[in-house]
T-cell receptor
């Protein structure tokens, strides 16, 4: 069992739908991350939140909209996605960027997203 | 762009054998981390080695770091079928304040019973 919980585990949506991915951690971590992972590839960083503020946006298209309502929750709002957006979306957390660089990231098991 | 490159891309061994994976990177680092990913699951942190460390052990895992060659290796001793997974190295660039990990392409390890 992972300490970072992602819901739903699977999501199939049409290109005109609006949906949200959710991520929750109760480890008191203050940095949270969204990654996109295609099959047989490493994770690609999308967004980083530090103390509930967006600190990195890796030039992600605006059809992906992150939100960090509090220190335990991270959402990724999806709208008008394209078939190439089908992937595994991973959430991760770490203690907090003010604690220095030597921190592992804790990953959830991801949401497998399929765009029809 | 990815900081790390790993080889081999795929490794197939028998149970009980040792598995060695290598990782090279391009810039100065704060630390290097190894993660495991089982099929359909998230990544699991295995071990972190700081830039001023040369070797680290954790159970059946041994990691080495050579900053002069900008390379690292992960050795899994006495492998088991349950070790079958993808293994990724990831670096934190020196001076980074944003916690960004740069992942290598990964090595797919298959351990046959």
């Amino acid at each position: 069992d992972t300490e970072v919980t992602q819901t739903p585990k699977h999501l199939v949506m049409g290109m005109t739908n609006k949906k949200s991915l959710k991520c929750e951690q109760h480890m008191g971590h203050r940095a949270m991350y969204w990654y996109k992972q295609k099959a047989k590839k490493p994770p690609e960083l999308m967004f980083v939140y530090s103390y509930e503020k967006l600190s990195i946006n890796e030039s992600v298209p605006s059809r992906f909209s992150p939100e960090c309502p509090n220190s335990s929750l991270l959402n990724l709002h999806l709208h008008a996605l394209q078939p190439e957006d089908s992937a595994l979306y991973l959430c991760a957390s770490s203690q907090g960027l003010r604690q220095g660089p030597d921190q592992p990231q804790h990953f959830g098991d991801g949401t497998r997203l399929s765009i029809l | 762009s990815q900081q790390g490159e790993e080889d081999p891309q795929a490794l197939s061994i028998q149970e009980g054998e040792n598995a060695t994976m290598n990782c090279s990177y391009k810039t100065s680092i704060n630390n290097l981390q190894w993660y495991r990913q089982n099929s359909g699951r998230g990544l699991v942190h295995l071990i972190l080695i700081r830039s001023n460390e040369r070797e680290k052990h954790s159970g059946r895992l041994r990691v080495t770091l050579d900053t002069s060659k900008k390379s690292s290796s992960l050795l899994i001793t006495a492998s088991r079928a349950a070790d079958t997974a993808s293994y990724f190295c990831a670096t934190v660039v020196r001076g980074s304040t944003l916690g960004r990990l740069y992942f290598g392409r990964g090595t797919q390890l298959t351990v046959w019973p």
